[in-house]
Structures are given as structure tokens and as C-alpha cells.
């Protein structure tokens, strides 16, 4: 889904067959001015998400943008006006500060678990666990924050985790059917493989045929043991119940990357407010 799609539906989705709150208030062809202003501190991101809403609902709407996304904010920071019809003004409101409250939630949230990677190799990664429908604006966010994205979807990387493993009849049968999979098919994917302990890392290493190995709920110590087992051969991924407390210890392991979910599916929104003036 393009962005402009989930703009559509959206708005058709809040607006229907009118605004009829404001269409009932205001007289026809008033015009009125609105400035977002931040209630909070944070990194801002959606602003031209944001554009893009008013034009849809109405090209003739005059957008003035004063702030960068990724920016650093603070409260009482102006990110940009608006002028034009003011009915037009109304029904877009709320379906731009949704989507910039919470894509500068999920920045402001990245931009602080990176800040603890400081000074290390370590990637900063999102995972699959976004909203519905939302989640090329979720991902955008995570790299204005400062992180990366893993795969986009199921269909950009091949990625074996435990449940594949057991339904495909163990580590070394998933890595050669993903493998044959891929010429069968003549797709070019990178492949990741799942593993949960000791034990599945010296298989997956014997076998090879893979591109990253996500070392999932390992400690601190086992992880910097894995790291050195596998010395480069492969990519190195940390994965399961890492926080801002643990993320620093985990990346000073050496690994390649963390992924961390809760960087969008746990994620309060920054307070933001359109106001007219």
C-alpha cells in the first residue's frame, strides 16, 4: 500500500460523507490559519505525512513548514502553519496529528535506544510488530529516529524462526529447503535463521547456506560466547525481551544487530496539538 492509499482510506474512513460538525458551524468559504504546536519534548516526525493529508482534503490549503523531520523538539516549538478553508482545515486535523503523534512517538522512542548504542557497531532494528495498514509510516519513523529497518514484510527476506524449524522437520532441512526454494524460484533473498540455544547455533554454523543468525533470548554472557563461536562467518542479530536497561551491555557483545519491537508496538505518542491563531 502506497502512502498516498493509506491516506485515502483514512480520511474515508474519519470523514465519510462530510464533516458535518464543521460543516454545520462555519459559514461557506471562511478561511482561518492553525500553527501544530509540540506539548512535548521529542524528535518530530510525519511532517510532510502531514502535508499530504491537508492537500488531499484540499489542494488550495497553504502548508508552511518551519521544522525538519528528526528534528529535536521541545514545548512550545511551532512545526508548521496552515491557511486556507477553514471547514478543510477541521477535517483534516485529526488524521494529521495521528499520524504525527504517533510517528514522532516511534522516532523519539528509536532516537533514545540508539543514543545508548553510542560509540558501538551495533544496528538498532524494527521488527514485523506494527500496526496494521501503518506500517511503511511506522518504519519511516524508525529511520528518522536514527534506526533501521529489518525485512519490510514476509516476502523481502527469508527469515526461519523456531515454529518453521519444527514444522519443516529440523534446522538442517529448513536451511536446504529454503535454499532450494530460492532457485527453484530464482529469487535473490538473504536467508535468517532462528536459533535458541547452543546446541541449534552449532547446526545452523555446520550447515550453512544461511546470511544471519538471530541469537533469540540469549543472555549477555551467551550472546558474547556466540558472537566469538561464530567470528564473522555470518551476521550477528540479538533478538527477545531487550530493553534501555540491557541494550547497551547487549550491544557492547559485538553483535551486528538488536531488534527490539516494542519500538513500534509499544509506543505513547507525542503530544502535539493544531491550533488555530
Given amino acids: 500500500m502506497t502512502i498516498d492509499?493509506?491516506?485515502?482510506?483514512?480520511?474515508?474512513?474519519?470523514?465519510?460523507?462530510?464533516?458535518?460538525?464543521?460543516?454545520?458551524?462555519?459559514?461557506?468559504?471562511?478561511?482561518g490559519k492553525?500553527?501544530?504546536?509540540?506539548?512535548?519534548?521529542?524528535?518530530?516526525?510525519?511532517?510532510?505525512?502531514?502535508?499530504?493529508?491537508?492537500?488531499?482534503?484540499d489542494n488550495t490549503v497553504v502548508f508552511q513548514q518551519l521544522m525538519q523531520d528528526g528534528d529535536k523538539v521541545k514545548p512550545g516549538d511551532i512545526v508548521f502553519t496552515v491557511e486556507g478553508n477553514s471547514v478543510s482545515l477541521l477535517s483534516s486535523e485529526r488524521l494529521a496529528?495521528?499520524?504525527?503523534?504517533r510517528m514522532s512517538g516511534i522516532a523519539t522512542k528509536t532516537?533514545?535506544?540508539?543514543?545508548?548504542t553510542e560509540g558501538l557497531n551495533t544496528k538498532l532494528l524494527d521488527t514485523r510488530k506494527t500496526t496494521p495498514n501503518m506500517?511503511?509510516?511506522?518504519?519511516m519513523a524508525v529511520r528518522i529516529g536514527g534506526g533501521e529497518n529489518h525485512r519490510f514484510g514476509l516476502y523481502d527476506m527469508i527469515m526461519i524462526k523456531d515454529n518453521h524449524v519444527d514444522f519443516a522437520g529440523g534446522i538442517s532441512q529448513a536451511i536446504m529447503n529454503a535454499n532450494q526454494y530460492l532457485k527453484l524460484h530464482n529469487k535473490d533473498l538473504k536467508i535468517e535463521i532462528e536459533v535458541r540455544n547452543f546446541s541449534?547455533?552449532?547446526?545452523?554454523?555446520?550447515?550453512?547456506?544461511i546470511h544471519r543468525i538471530m541469537l533469540d533470548n540469549f543472555t549477555v554472557e551467551d550472546l558474547a560466547v556466540a558472537v566469538e563461536m561464530i567470528g564473522g562467518r555470518f551476521e550477528t542479530e540479538a533478538s527477545g525481551g531487550i530493553t534501555e536497561t540491557?541494550?547497551?551491555k547487549y550491544a557492547e557483545t559485538g553483535v551486528d544487530y538488536i531488534s527490539v519491537g516494542s519500538l513500534t508496538h509499544h509506543i505513547k505518542s507525542l503530544d502535539l496539538s493544531l491550533k488555530a491563531f
Fill in 111 to 116: 532516537h533514545e535506544m540508539v543514543k545508548l
Fill in 200 to 209: 541449534e547455533l552449532c547446526e545452523v554454523m555446520a550447515m550453512g547456506g
Fill in 97 to 101: 496529528l495521528n499520524f504525527l503523534q
Fill in 246 to 248: 540491557t541494550l547497551r
Fill in 34 to 57: 492553525a500553527r501544530l504546536l509540540v506539548k512535548e519534548p521529542g524528535i518530530i516526525a510525519g511532517i510532510d505525512i502531514a502535508r499530504k493529508v491537508f492537500e488531499k482534503v
Fill in 5 to 31: 492509499e493509506i491516506i485515502e482510506k483514512a480520511l474515508i474512513e474519519d470523514i465519510g460523507d462530510g464533516d458535518h460538525t464543521s460543516l454545520s458551524c462555519i459559514p461557506s468559504g471562511t478561511i
Fill in 135 to 139: 506500517r511503511m509510516l511506522e518504519k
